[in-house]
């Protein structure tokens, strides 16, 4: 085997920028690259280590063996190790052995910008490279308007692990297979965008791939790139997109991983007070390191550009923020100004969404954040942290504490299902009842439902019709569209045989009809985050638990009427205030027999008279179906 060879990808620009932490394409650069010098095929190798005293490539192409081919540190000062090794190539499994001036140390690391990663639990790198043919540009043309922020979102939040398994073979379904399988099914299920927890490379299942350990790999367990690749690809196709979840937020401590990775606490804080994170048993990334913002920022752009994801979900933000998070006194240290943000990672985030936003305008980056914080989904030229959007955690918490009391207690607790919105318009809030939701003795969503079995899948339609009438956008944790009963295990496949079951199945075809009239009715997305698009008509019928509102579009005669009855009794004649004259048309009903409901519904025209009710000019009486979201249409 040749010796490494003096060579380079990087320009003296490319250095200045790596060092300024404004490197944003770094993965054309570092990691392992098939490249031809001098008429011979070989591999670049690069890798940021400024405290080592040697690295080598170690791999199967030299036995393993250390300092067959050791690679050259530049001269520039900026850390990086180099080199080109002749006849190596794709399929060669590699990592680096890296002996440090701290004492020596030596360890074996994983390729911090692999392109594919041996299948867990083995843990080398593989040289790689893929000629994927793109075949999604109608979607990238257009992708704009489906991302766009007036735009219907319904997200279908999936763990490929467990989804659906491989039953006669006991396996995990390849991205081939979950490529016709599951594209299929949310097509036919009508959602937006899929959501896909974790699959970037993660050495262990039960962390649901949120403790990664590749960066730019999506994971073996399901193929090769190229076939994520074309998953992602059949979605487009399908006018699906895709949201990825993302985790700059904490990284695991596997010795192959990038903790201490030269010998020194190069990728984590090195105060343990801002380095390592009690709850996960994880280390945190020194978000004050231009070249750790590099590698991350440029993490975050390799997504959309090498697999046109179309926005990324971003794990554990409140985490990022606060130097107190989940620490007790004296576990942490205040910033320069007294305070308790952590100002390097606010300035990350910044940093980190008006890239995206610069180099992809057509795609959204998603906060999960559970505090207070202001301006999470503000621009960053206005003060904010520039999202797209943000989970809104509070509605979630509030509403499944409500939904899971028995009707009769309700009265006493209406202001837990109004309460959001005092606050809906603060940010662009995206309604989440996601995989957390679903584990650790939470039970399922269907679960958490009071009363009789009819009743329960009443009150996950009720659930459901008033999330999706709720300003702001969706997203639903995979199982839970056709009522799974038990618990979210990652180990297993969804219940699918439930849908043998009449209820199961009713369910899901309500949840089909639901994205349905959703997507086709633009009051119910167009103001999605602007208070011009929510008008309560009553929120304080406490005795009868009926809540009762207008959601508002760009063209006023397609306004909607949403009537929302949390008990299991019939109001008849129900009188609603209205700003407006005319009549009122029925169009869409949970509680429809097709669904399993009861058949409750308004069959007539409703007119509208001139009579002052909920502080408006005119009012109308209306059938209130039991446990059910009615929603009514203006008519001149």
Request: net charge negative; hydrophobic share 35%.
């Amino acid at each position: 085997m040749a010796q490494v060879q003096v060579y380079s990808l990087f320009t003296e620009f490319d250095i200045n920028l790596f060092k300024a932490g404004k490197h944003y394409r770094l993965y054309e650069k570092m990691g392992s690259h098939i490249i031809t010098v001098n008429g011979i095929e070989g591999t670049y190798f690069a890798v940021w280590a400024p405290t080592a005293k040697q690295v080598s490539v170690i791999g199967d192409f030299n036995y393993w063996i250390e300092g067959e081919h050791q690679l050259n540190v530049r001269w520039d000062s900026s850390g990086i190790w180099e080199g080109f090794i002749p006849m190596v190539g794709k399929g060669n499994i590699y990592k680096y052995k890296i002996q440090s001036n701290n004492n020596n140390i030596k360890t074996e690391k994983a390729d911090p910008y692999a392109r594919r990663c041996e299948h867990p639990p083995k843990t080398a790198s593989v040289v790689w490279n893929d000629a994927y043919k793109w075949n999604d540009a109608d979607w990238m043309k257009k992708r704009k308007k489906h991302n766009a922020l007036d735009a219907p979102y319904s997200v279908y939040e999936v763990h490929l692990g467990s989804w659906k398994r491989h039953l006669e073979e006991d396996r995990f379904m390849s991205y081939y297979e979950l490529a016709d399988d599951l594209v299929n099914y949310v097509k036919e299920m009508n959602f937006t965008h899929v959501e896909l927890m974790p699959i970037m490379e993660f050495p262990y299942d039960p962390s649901w791939g949120y403790q990664i350990t590749g960066y730019f790999a999506p994971t073996s367990r399901f193929g090769y790139p190229e076939e994520f690749k074309y998953l992602v690809d059949k979605l487009h196709q399908n006018d699906i997109g895709l949201i990825l979840d993302w985790v700059p937020s904490h990284f695991p401590e596997d010795a192959h991983g990038l903790g201490f990775f030269d010998g020194s606490n190069l990728y984590e804080h090195p105060d343990r007070r801002k380095g390592y994170h009690q709850d996960w048993k994880s280390l945190i990334f020194n978000y004050g390191r231009n070249e750790v913002k590099s590698f991350l920022i440029s993490n975050a752009i390799f997504w959309m550009d090498q697999y046109h994801a179309d926005g990324l979900r971003v794990d554990a933000v409140a985490s990022m923020l606060f130097l107190d998070y989940s620490r007790k006194d004296g576990e942490w240290e205040p910033n320069t100004y007294g305070g308790r943000e952590n100002l390097d990672a606010i300035a990350f985030l910044k940093e980190l969404n008006e890239e995206v936003y610069a180099s992809f305008p057509d795609v959204q980056t998603i906060a999960e954040e559970s505090t207070a914080f202001p301006g999470v989904s503000k621009p960053v030229f206005l003060g904010g942290l520039g999202f797209g959007m943000k989970w809104m955690m509070g509605w979630m918490h509030d509403t499944l504490q409500y939904f899971g009391k028995d009707p009769v207690y309700r009265k006493y607790h209406q202001n837990d299902i109004t309460f959001s919105l005092a606050y809906a318009f603060s940010e662009n809030f995206m309604l989440p009842l996601s995989h957390d939701e679903v584990v650790y003795g939470k039970n399922s969503i269907l679960g958490r439902m009071p009363g009789d079995e009819w009743q329960r899948f009443a009150n996950l339609r009720l659930l459901f019709g008033y999330m999706f009438t709720h300003p702001g956008t969706k997203l639903m944790f995979m199982g839970t569209e056709f009522g799974q009963y038990n618990e979210w295990n990652f180990q297993e496949s969804l219940d699918w045989n439930l849908l043998e079951f009449e209820p199961h199945k009713n369910f899901q075809n309500y949840y089909k009809n639901l994205n349905v009239f959703y997507k086709s009715a633009p009051a119910l997305f167009e103001k999605a985050f602007s208070g011009e698009g929510f008008e309560w008509i009553s929120y304080d019928d406490y005795e009868n638990c009926v809540i009762s509102y207008i959601r508002k579009g760009n063209e006023p005669n397609k306004n909607l009427v949403v009537v929302c009855n949390f008990t299991p009794l019939v109001h008849e004649n129900y009188k609603i205030g209205l700003p407006v004259n005319g009549k009122l048309v029925e169009i869409f009903n949970s509680d429809s027999k097709e669904f399993g409901g009861s058949g409750v519904s308004n069959k007539k025209e409703i007119t509208i008279k001139k009579q002052p009710w909920n502080g408006k000019e005119y009012a109308a009486e209306i059938l209130v179906a039991p446990l059910a979201v009615t929603v009514f249409q203006f008519k001149p």
